[in-house]
């Protein structure tokens, strides 16, 4: 069993940057690609931004030069370093882990956390 907890949400104008973080627990030797997720009210979740063992890393179109994914294998722990951010990146993020066609592979998700961007 795997167990994701995400932090470092809050309220930020637009414009700003926060940092978030994932902390994972579990059998943590299963997951090869680790991602970010979000989902904005109304939508459905999609993929922001996976990173894999080789810390070859994917972004979505939306967030490409702004976001930056990165992990600490050591620390089991992944982070999403968020930059210039807009009103349209207003969602709940979440963590898992990625499978190769996009797709989260665990059905049991974290708490997420809340990033609100105001204009």
């Known amino acids: 069993q795997v167990q994701f907890v995400e932090s470092g949400g809050g309220l930020v104008k637009g414009g700003g940057s926060l940092r978030l973080s994932c902390t994972i627990s579990g059998d943590t030797g299963r997951i090869h690609v680790a991602g970010w997720y979000r989902q904005a009210p109304g939508k459905e979740r999609e993929l922001v931004a996976n990173?894999?063992?080789?810390?070859?890393?994917y972004y979505t179109d939306s967030v490409k030069g702004r976001f930056t994914i990165s992990r600490d294998n050591a620390k089991n722990t992944v982070y999403l370093q968020m930059n210039a951010l807009t009103p349209e990146d207003t969602a709940v993020y979440y963590c898992?882990?990625?499978?190769?066609?996009?797709?989260?592979?665990?059905?049991?998700w974290g708490q997420g956390t809340q990033v609100t961007v105001s204009s």
């Open positions: 898992n882990s990625v499978l190769p066609w996009g797709a989260a592979e665990y059905d049991h």
């Open positions: 990173i894999n063992a080789a810390d070859s890393t």
